[in-house]
Antibody, heavy 119, light 107 residues
């Protein structure tokens, strides 16, 4: 059974760095072809892809956010970590991690974690 | 970046209706188009991948079609649990992008 769960702070101050952890089970990021992504959703708005990391350590980022993002993995702990620097109130929203499946689709999602950026 | 434009942005329908949602890509994406359903306060769920393949466990009243730049999601015989927001997403190229969503409301 594939599960993913996001964890991290619910509130961060402007200019701070956000660090989120995705803890997953039911698959291994050391298996060829496996990838995990981060996606976010501001309140009442559409989904926005942020980044993904491959089983072999390759990393890919959103064009508009790549200077602020870093994605990493700890295969032994079944963790994928996303950090985002210089947080702004516009970054408020629900952050999801998801496994990438057939045809590059996001086949399994975590429940999401709401992050509010406010002083 | 590839832009995905969904139409309509919102749609009113009744239980038992057949509805179609369209997604148009700003350039050809072959069949690398996926559809998701999101209920309020919940994470999105994958419905269709590769434009027309049904994800495991998804009811057969959901179907997808299209290739290149024009895609459709069809829901036959709407059920009460189908009233939600639907998103398309392209997996042809990085960066991945989503459509703006279509909110399906009960008439």
């Amino acid at each position: 059974q594939v599960t993913l769960k996001e964890s991290g702070p619910a509130l961060v101050k402007p200019t701070q760095t956000l660090t989120l952890t995705c803890t997953f089970s039911g698959f291994s990021l050391s298996t060829s072809g496996v990838r995990v992504s981060w996606i976010r959703q501001p309140p009442g708005r559409a989904l926005e892809w942020l980044a993904h990391i491959d089983w072999d350590g390759d990393k890919f980022y959103s064009t508009s956010l790549k200077t602020r993002l870093n994605i990493s993995k700890d295969t032994s702990k079944n963790h994928v970590v996303l950090s985002m620097t210089n947080m702004d109130p516009e970054d408020t929203g629900t952050y999801y991690c998801a496994r990438i499946g057939y045809s590059g689709s996001f086949d399994f999602w975590g429940q999401g974690t709401l992050v509010t950026v406010s002083s | 970046d590839i832009q995905l434009t969904q139409s309509p942005s919102s749609l009113s329908a009744s239980v038992g209706d057949r509805v179609t949602i369209t997604c148009r890509a700003s350039q050809s994406i072959s069949n690398y188009l996926n559809w998701y359903q999101q209920r309020p306060g919940k994470a999105p769920k994958l419905l269709i991948y590769g434009a027309s393949d049904l994800h495991s466990g998804v009811p057969s009243r959901f179907s997808g079609s299209g290739s290149g730049t024009d895609f459709t999601l069809t829901i036959d015989t709407l059920q009460p649990e189908d009233f939600a927001t639907y998103y398309c997403q392209q997996s042809y190229i990085i960066p991945r992008t989503f459509g703006q969503g279509t909110k399906l409301e009960m008439k």
